[in-house]
């Protein structure tokens, strides 16, 4: 009896279905794989036309190598041998003998790709939802079941360097065009397809002589020198290695032999165990978002500016139907044209917008609040204004809809004061810009109702980003970790530091973008306002450099000028970084800063463990995911040789590094949710 796959003989062919058991999505564990290959056994000794492979869960084929595993295998020779049993698995399938089609709907990733690649055919259904890709990169390895060595041939060595190093995923349509799916069908002519291509026995696509050509052996260091500018400016080769041993592998036609020794060392390296980390803390948010349901059809948000125009859009494009208030009408005009370019660059389609576009409703009158389940409010960040708007939403607004409000730094209770119900209040924190940060804060007031924070959390899945709990206190979690950093690298401007100088400290250490060009990204005088917010309750000094640029209404990138000058494209100018060296610890002093205030956020109970912290950072503000985390970095290097740093900058330094008291509770700082660690 077996466990994950079904066989069964229809007339000429072998049909296998894999149903992965107790998992809502297929993914090649080893126990998947040795089943499979012993049904490969099995069938290979029994004369048949051909196999078709096929998934029975409704998502998709196959997502990929089962991550869940990679946690557990301690070192580089384990993990080449898992890369060989899936090599030895395909290398089978391959040589059958007789051809065999892999049948695709939905995701069919990483592990399910080369499942599919070692397949003599590939046939995908043809819908919006069915996406192949190699998304190794991601996790900080590549393909290691014989991909690197199957694609180039079928695709042509460029597209198939495009899609490992990129990791991006393909449409049906992009995936024919470059030759990666035979055909493309709708649902009910999957099977039909596949038949056909069994009986005709056409032979293997092979890529065309141009797309070869760049594999001729003297023309590959020349495109790996092309090539390098490009994969350099998206994955530093000392952080993320992954990309870089591919190009070596691919530049020296190495085969499975290599790429299986090149993955275990890759798999086992401190990079793929934090990407493996971080990708694992979102999928345990999605799983708590979508532990309950959340009834919410018809959304209506309060006020247009950059944040509310943006929620309302991105909520439309995941298919709800929204109407969007703002007291402005110029601004609720500037809206929808941001509604109709968003649309038109992201569906292409000029129906496709039209549906989007109908589903959004400027409402300047706020007519939608009748009708709303959940009410978002994205006005300014003022608490009168916001208490006298929740004070009159409640009355208009249906019993039992979710109101919901986007602050930054104003405590909920503060804003519920007004309500008769302040149980469904809930804080919904979106991050800018809303398109990609895929993190949003959960605020917990203390009257929240459980039952107001399932609907959010719910609703927040549903629009595909991830939820994560916090207390309302002030600036959540991650301005608030994040601000005492930006103060600290305004303090180095003050101190002449030249701003060039502490953007590359922080993107060398990691960091997406320097927290100098952050501070205008997001607007001074934004950056201003929550740091004030912050500065009482958290012991923050805000450095006069910005208050005096505010003043002067250098604001940012948005006014053309902020702590750097930009150009009329919003380009950055870069002045000079400092000639002479600088006898300072610009990074330590960044990063400790940060870290002390992760650290005062646990044991002050913001979030409830060291895994909140982490998918905080990473999925709110990109905090250099190659470490895991900031409670993962901290593991790494020890807490005790941080705060004895702390301990040392607060001599040389001041007050602001004395190390918070929750350095003293190491359990709590390594304290997890997720059971695997
Ligand atoms: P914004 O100034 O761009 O937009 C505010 C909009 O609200 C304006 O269009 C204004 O006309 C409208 N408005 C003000 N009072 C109103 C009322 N009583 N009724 C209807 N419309 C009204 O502000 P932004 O940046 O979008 O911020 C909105 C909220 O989101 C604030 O609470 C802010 O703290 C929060 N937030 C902002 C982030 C950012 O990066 N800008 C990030 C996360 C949260």
């Known amino acids: 009896m077996n466990k994950h796959w079904r066989l069964e003989y229809l007339a000429d062919y072998a049909l296998l279905t894999l149903d992965v058991a107790e998992q809502s999505a297929n993914v090649l564990s080893q126990e998947v794989l040795q089943e499979f290959a012993q049904l490969l056994g099995e069938i290979e000794n029994k004369a048949h036309k051909g196999l078709i492979i096929r998934s029975a869960k409704a998502n998709g084929f196959i997502a990929g190598a089962d991550v869940r595993e990679f ?34 709907h939905g995701f069919c990733l990483g592990g399910g790709l080369e499942l599919a690649l070692a397949c003599t055919y590939r046939i995908a259904r043809e819908d919006a939802a069915t996406r192949l890709g190699l998304p190794e990169v991601r996790m900080g390895i590549h393909p290691g079941f014989g991909g690197t060595v199957r694609l180039p041939p079928l695709v042509g060595h460029l597209p198939a360097l495009d899609m490992i190093l990129s990791g991006r ?66 994955a530093n080769p000392d952080h993320y290695p992954a990309p870089w041993r591919f190009l070596r592998l691919w530049q020296e036609r190495a085969g499975e032999e290599q790429e299986a020794e090149s993955l275990g060392e890759l798999l086992v390296s401190r990079t793929s165990r934090s990407l493996v980390h971080v990708f694992l803390l979102g999928e345990e948010l999605k799983r708590q978002g979508r532990a309950h349901s959340h009834d919410i059809e018809q959304v209506h948000v309060i006020g247009a500016g950059v944040m509310g ?8 494009n995941k298919g709800f139907r929204v109407s969007l208030q703002d007291q402005n009408p110029e601004a609720l005009a500037r809206a929808m044209k941001k509604a109709a370019g968003f649309f038109k660059d992201k569906l292409k389609d000029a129906r496709a917008v039209q549906e ?112 994560l709990d916090v207390k309302s206190s002030p600036g959540f979690l991650v301005n608030r970790i994040l601000m005492p950093y930006l103060m600290e690298a305004v303090r180095l401007v003050e101190e002449g530091v030249s701003l060039v100088t502490i953007d590359n400290a922080a993107t060398e250490f ?19 306002s929550v740091a004030e917010e912050l500065a009482g309750p958290l012991h923050i000094e805000v450095p006069n450099i910005l208050r005096e640029l505010v003043e002067q209404g250098h604001l940012g990138r948005k006014s053309g000028r902020g702590f750097y000058q930009y150009n009329a494209r919003g380009r950055r100018e870069l002045p000079p970084p400092n000639k002479i060296a600088i006898d300072v610890p610009i990074t330590e002093r960044l990063v400790l800063r940060l870290l002390n205030e992760a650290v005062a956020c646990l044991r002050e109970g913001v979030i409830t463990d060291a895994d909140a912290v982490d998918a905080g950072m990473v999925y709110g503000t990109g905090f250099a995911p190659f470490l895991g985390g900031p409670m993962r970095y901290v593991e790494s290097l ?20 004395t190390p918070d008291p929750g350095w003293s509770q190491p359990q709590r700082l390594i304290q997890r949710k997720r059971s695997s660690n």
């Not at 590959?220 to 500018?229: E, K």
């Not at 740093?645 to 607060?650: A, D, F, H, K, T």
């Open 356 to 467: 989007a576009m109908d589903r959004l409703l400027p409402d300047i009158h706020g007519y939608g609040l009748r009708r709303a389940d959940l009410v978002v409010e994205a006005i300014v960040e003022k608490l009168e204004p916001k208490r006298e708007l929740f004070k009159n939403v409640e009355q208009l607004v249906r019993p039992q809809a979710l109101l919901a409000t986007n602050t930054s730094s104003i405590p909920l209770e503060a804003i519920g004061q007004s309500l008769k119900d302040p149980t469904r209040l809930v804080g919904l924190h979106f991050f800018n810009p809303v398109a990609k940060m895929q993190l949003v804060e959960i605020v917990r007031g203390v009257k929240t109702s459980e039952a107001a924070l399932q609907r959010a959390r719910a609703f927040t899945c549903a629009i595909e980003r991830l939820p």
């Open 510 to 528: 990691g960091m997406p973008m320097g927290p100098i060009e952050l501070a205008d990204s997001v607007g001074l005088d934004i950056c201003l």
């Open 71 to 104: 946690e557990h295998i301690s070192d580089a020779p384990r993990a080449t041998e898992l890369a060989r049993l899936g090599q030895q698995v395909f290398s089978r399938l391959a040589h059958l003998p007789f051809p065999s089609v892999a049948l695709i």
């Open 309 to 316: 125009a943006d929620i309302a859009i991105w909520a439309v």
């Open 638 to 657: 020890g807490e005790t040789g941080i705060s004895h740093s702390l301990y040392r900058l607060s001599q040389e330094y001041g007050s602001r590094f």
């Open 169 to 234: 995923t393909l449409s049906v349509r992009e995936a024919r065009r470059i030759g990666l799916v035979d055909e493309a069908v709708p649902e009910r002519h999957l099977l039909h397809a596949a038949e056909a291509f069994l009986k005709r026995h056409p032979p293997r696509r092979k890529a065309p002589w141009y797309q070869r050509l760049p594999g001729w052996k003297p023309l590959r260091p020349l495109v790996v020198r092309m090539l390098s500018p490009r994969v350099r400016h998206k």
